[in-house]
């Protein structure tokens, strides 16, 4: 009888952990989930992997999704300080559970931000409810910009302009209101 109650529980917490990929996390181009890495190219069916989706004025101006293996190496290339400065950003300002409702360091709700993003972490066609999913407003980011070094600021304005080439116009060094931050 215990060993039921007990294996339930394990069941129970393990199936909290994992769901279904949501609609605001599927590809405007499919209509359906990922199935590529943006960098590397690689299928996502077997790996786990990262989505971002950048929203302004209720429209996605940017979205991608990264394989566990390109997000490391992206992230390896950031600064030890802004990395650091990340960790502490959110570890100070992270107000509420990881949800896709409201800014998870201004509690904010969705329905009044005109620019956010969302991030999440999934394993083939699951989504992983562990540190993500989670909602960030533009202030937010724009505050955790701030403690980002030129370096940091260099790469991720690199990352961008090689998957998302625009106009001439539109290459703004960050931080700005204009251009997203990665995290």
Not at 9 to 26: C, Q, R, T, V, Y
Not at 66 to 84: G, P, Y
Not at 109 to 135: D, H, T, V
Request: proline share 8%; glycine share 6%; hydrophobic share 35%.
């Amino acid at each position: 009888m215990f060993f039921r109650f007990l294996q339930k529980k394990i069941n129970d917490f393990w199936a909290s952990k994992f769901g279904p990929i949501p609609p605001e996390f599927h590809s405007l181009e499919t209509d359906g989930p990922f199935r590529h890495c943006l960098d590397c190219g690689g299928s996502l069916l077997f790996t786990q992997y990262l989505i971002e989706k950048i929203y302004s004025n209720g429209e996605v101006i940017y979205e991608y999704a990264l394989c566990v293996e390109c997000a490391k190496k992206l992230r390896e290339e950031l600064s030890r300080e802004s990395k650091k400065a990340i960790k502490r950003y959110l570890r100070r300002n992270r107000t509420v559970k990881q949800t896709l409702e409201a800014c998870t360091c201004c509690r904010l709700p969705k329905e009044e931000l005109p620019s956010y993003q969302i991030i999440g972490q999934f394993s083939g066609e699951e989504m992983l409810n562990w540190n993500l999913p989670m909602l960030i407003c533009e202030p937010c980011v724009d505050g955790l910009a701030e403690h980002l070094s030129k370096q940091t600021r260099d790469r991720l304005d690199g990352f961008l302009d090689e998957h998302f080439p625009g106009p001439p116009e539109m290459d703004v060094p960050l931080p700005t209101r204009s251009r997203p931050v990665l995290i």
